[in-house]
């Protein structure tokens, strides 16, 4: 079993960055490509980034390409969300999630496991 843990959220102010980590549980860590998600209020959950196993792969929304990057850490068995010029329409909880394979997929439903979402509020 599979158990992801969110953490790094917090209030922003437009322009700012922000860090969000997502530490895994169990062996298999290594082996699957890792997604963050996003959930703005009164919206439906959508794709933010992925990044394949070995890292050296990664995939964006339009939204945040250029503003964001994803990375991770094996041996940490962590992946990273870096978010930088940070706009009010970021304002979501974010998950992170674990491909059921090495693929990037965009749907939520081909993610297996899931965190429990950390919440980032624009403060203004």
């Known amino acids: 079993q599979v158990q992801l843990v969110d953490s790094g959220g917090g209030l922003v102010q437009a322009g700012s960055s922000l860090r969000l980590s997502c530490a895994a549980s169990?062996?298999?860590?290594?082996?699957?490509?890792m997604g963050w998600f996003r959930q703005a209020p009164g919206n439906e959950r959508e794709f933010v980034a992925g990044i394949r196993p070995s890292g050296s792969i990664t995939s964006y929304a339009d939204a945040v390409k250029g503003r964001f990057a994803i990375s991770r850490d094996n041996v940490k068995k962590t992946v990273y969300l870096q978010m930088n010029n940070l706009k009010p329409k970021d304002t979501a909880v974010f998950y992170c999630?674990?491909?059921?394979?090495?693929?990037?997929?965009?749907?939520?439903?081909?993610?297996?496991?899931w965190g429990q979402g950390t919440q980032v509020k624009d403060s203004s």
């Open positions: 999630a674990q491909s059921a394979d090495v693929t990037i997929w965009c749907q939520e439903v081909d993610y297996k496991y």
């Open positions: 169990g062996s298999t860590f290594s082996r699957y490509a």
